[in-house]
Nanobody
Framework: QVQLVESGGGLVQAGGSLRLSCTAS????????MGWFRQAPGKEREFVAA????????AYADSVKGRFTISRDATKKTLYLQMNSLKPEDTAVYYC????????????????WGQGTQVTVSS
């Protein structure tokens, strides 16, 4: 079992930045692919970014490429999402997820999920 807890969400103006964190507990963090997904009101959950267990491979949604950066710190068992140049359309609940496989963009391939953290970007 892996338990995931997100933090760092909040209200920010368009053009601003936020850094989300996801702290893992339970089984070895280093073994897992980690991903960020988001869900806006009335919309389906969508892929944002993912990083392989060793940090070598990353993947991003086209909508966030060049603005968001995913990273992980194995010593702290923490996943990060640095979000810059935020837009109102980035408003959503952001979830981190973990799985042993590497299918970064497919949400139903992730076995473990956090509770989510709200990000609101005002125009």
């Amino acid at each position: 079992q892996v338990q995931l807890v997100e933090s760092g969400g909040g209200l920010v103006q368009a053009g601003g930045s936020l850094r989300l964190s996801c702290t893992a507990s339970g089984r070895a963090f280093i073994d897992y692919t980690m991903g960020w997904f988001r869900q806006a009101p009335g919309k389906e959950r969508e892929f944002v970014a993912a990083i392989s267990w060793d940090g070598v491979n990353t993947a991003y949604a086209d909508s966030v490429k060049g603005r968001f950066t995913i990273s992980r710190d194995a010593t702290k068992k923490t996943l990060y999402l640095q979000m810059n140049s935020l837009k109102p359309e980035d408003t959503a609940v952001y979830y981190c997820a973990a799985d042993r496989s590497y299918s970064p963009r497919i949400s139903n391939r992730y076995a473990y999920w956090g509770q989510g953290t709200q990000v609101t970007v005002s125009s």
